[in-house]
């Protein structure tokens, strides 16, 4: 049984490109959320798709945007990098309407921003 | 409010001892934690969660301890082993997806 996956493991970019990451959701799972890991910080929430819609946001900018295929993956793509955006960036995946059980995170992209 | 936070940032035990990490939460009308445990290059590992009608939860090892009337919970650790070796973080579920993290707790368990 797969956990949840990210692809790649590590990234560099400079400032101003932009980026893409993926996900795919543990298997039987359909929703996805992305958030986002500062180092030495607790992961902040960025947005989350269920059936291919962003339906929930936290306070990101909207450079930060994302993407739900019908197989349940996901992307998130970030423009216009900025040296702040450095960061792992976790996706989790859950069952909709299990709502008191825990999100499966993957191990993350590690983006770096030079 | 998204202000789950923890008491202290490191925690350092000798293997074979209890380990207590503390947490506080801001809003009351949470329902719902979750303790994970985060290893060097990794992403979050579940431990535990619990419900905001029940006080305790027991797993393998650990205990949830949930105290509604501060606000507070708390995660403990029975005989600690190296590979408890983590940062551990509580978080409180805002909405369907969205887990509010606090900073996290470095345990560190010597020999």
């Known amino acids: 049984d797969a956990g949840v996956t990210q692809s790649p493991t590590h990234l560099i970019k400079t400032r101003g490109q932009q980026v893409t990451l993926r996900c795919s959701p543990k298997?039987?799972?359909?929703?996805v959320s992305w958030y986002q890991q500062a180092l030495g910080q607790g992961p902040q929430f960025i947005f989350q798709?269920?059936?291919?819609?962003?339906?929930q946001r936290g306070n990101f900018p909207d450079r930060f945007s994302g993407h739900q295929f019908p197989n349940y993956s996901s992307e998130l793509n970030v423009n216009a990098l900025l040296l702040g955006d450095s960061a792992l960036y976790l996706c989790?995946?859950?069952?909709?309407?299990?709502?008191?059980?825990?999100?499966?995170f993957g191990n993350g992209t590690r983006l770096t921003v030079t | 409010g998204e202000n789950v936070g923890l008491h202290l940032p490191t925690l350092s035990v000798q293997e074979g001892d209890n380990s207590i990490i503390n947490c506080a939460y801001s809003?009351?009308?949470?329902?719902?934690f979750i303790w994970y445990k985060q290893e060097s290059g990794k992403g979050p590992q579940f431990i535990i969660d619990i419900r905001s009608n029940m006080d305790k939860r027991q797993g393998q090892r650990v205990t949830v301890l949930l105290n509604k009337t501060v606000k507070h919970l708390s995660l403990q650790i029975a005989a600690t082993q190296p590979g408890d070796s983590a940062v551990y973080f509580c978080?409180?579920?805002?909405?369907?997806?969205?887990?509010?993290f606090g900073q996290g707790t470095r345990l560190t368990i010597n020999p």
């Open positions: 798709y269920y059936e291919e819609e962003e339906r």
């Open positions: 298997s039987g799972h359909d929703t």
């Open positions: 978080a409180e579920r805002q909405g369907a997806q969205k887990l509010v």
């Open positions: 809003n009351s009308a949470s329902d719902y």
């Open positions: 989790a995946s859950s069952l909709r309407g299990s709502y008191n059980s825990p999100l499966h």
